[in-house]
């Protein structure tokens, strides 16, 4: 299958189009990634994703694929050589959907919102999220990634867990992940940012505070 | 695999819950149906869904599994026997996903919000959905069911579209779903409802309505 024909339309900072990116990377795809304005779209991202205008899209041979979490299993169903991203078994496959749709639903917004609170809503919304990394926290029990000795489609989706969080938290000055509350994430988090893949792909942690501290103080 | 193995907790009512019984008939599997009492939360339902709380859960083996487009993935990957839910081409299922997802992230939503909405809110509101439900007809076009010759995924996920959305809105007093302006919906409606396991498997619409309005009142 000819790696010339994957394209990725994506935006460096976006941690739905990094996801995508490691994807590939895993599998050893070799892709074309187009960076796009989300100020300005491209005709080329309105034309392939009419419906949410959003990155990532993956074109695979012209053909669009958007959504990341689809995106990762059309990867992982497509191309059969290299690492597997969902594990073999059905009821493991649908625990890591589980989890991977509850990284989505639940961690992504309550930091999200945290962001834009202040006083007690922000109290409520911070014991929101900490509920939330306690039952990521539990998960990982006995294993060194949520893929258990390999990373597999959570730990892809939790790369919001492993950097941007800190990130987009450290800007409005809250600590959250810490070893004392939460030593087992850190330990995931730690090994995940260090595999070579995901070291090679994610933005420098500088660099990604950087954009969001402007980005934070333009959306003022 | 022992059918009698497989219990599905869950409400008549639920459209979640009713996606799970579409697809164990389809695939032709005996279950035990064990209604929940939302108001009063069972044992059994807490301890096998203790993130979100929520119906429908499918028990097989003892095992959880929860999240009802995830229940459907897991069912067709289970029990091969039967038809398929999703298709086998990688690019056809992530395209039978991104439905699912669009049908679940955008119309349930809102179609919900106009039962509870008014005035000038409303008729952005209506816009809306109308915006959403022309996206569906558009992708049926050429088509008898959005999985193509047969019932999948979509069909499915869509039995929202097919019954509930019409009974919440008749409630309202709104109609949105008609044949001048969905025509292909419309007839993708009839097809549905009247194909044989549909039909034996979800409410009756009088039923249906009945609960709603009753559920409307109490709410109020």
Not at 16 to 43: C, H, T, W
Not at 107 to 121: D, L, N, R, Y
Not at 136 to 152: A, H, M, P, S, V
């Amino acid at each position: 299958m000819g790696d010339q024909e994957v394209k990725l339309l994506g935006v460096w900072a976006s941690v739905f189009s990094k996801r995508v990116e490691i994807a590939l990377k895993m599998k050893g795809i070799n892709y074309e990634f187009v960076v796009q304005d989300l100020s300005n779209k491209s005709p080329e991202l309105l034309q392939h994703n009419p419906i949410h205008k959003k990155v990532p899209v993956l074109l695979h041979k012209g053909k669009p694929v958007c959504e990341s979490l689809i995106i990762l299993e059309y990867i992982d169903e497509t191309w059969k050589s290299g690492p597997s991203i969902l594990p073999e078994d059905p009821y493991a496959r649908a625990t890591a959907r589980f989890w991977a749709k509850f990284i989505d639903d639940k961690c992504h917004p309550a930091i999200w919102k945290i962001t834009g609170s202040q006083g007690e809503e922000r109290e409520k919304l911070i014991e929101e999220a900490t509920g939330h990394l306690t039952t990521l926290e539990n998960e990982l029990q006995g294993k060194r990634f949520f893929g258990g000795d390999e990373i597999g489609l959570v730990d892809i989706a939790g790369n919001f867990i492993a950097l941007w969080l800190g990130v987009l938290l450290e800007l409005v000055g809250i600590q959250l992940l810490t070893k004392e509350k939460f030593p087992k994430l850190c330990e995931w988090v730690d090994d995940y940012l260090n595999s070579s893949i995901i070291k090679e792909t994610l933005p420098a942690r500088e660099e990604l505070l950087a954009f969001f501290r402007s980005w934070f103080q333009q959306s003022k």
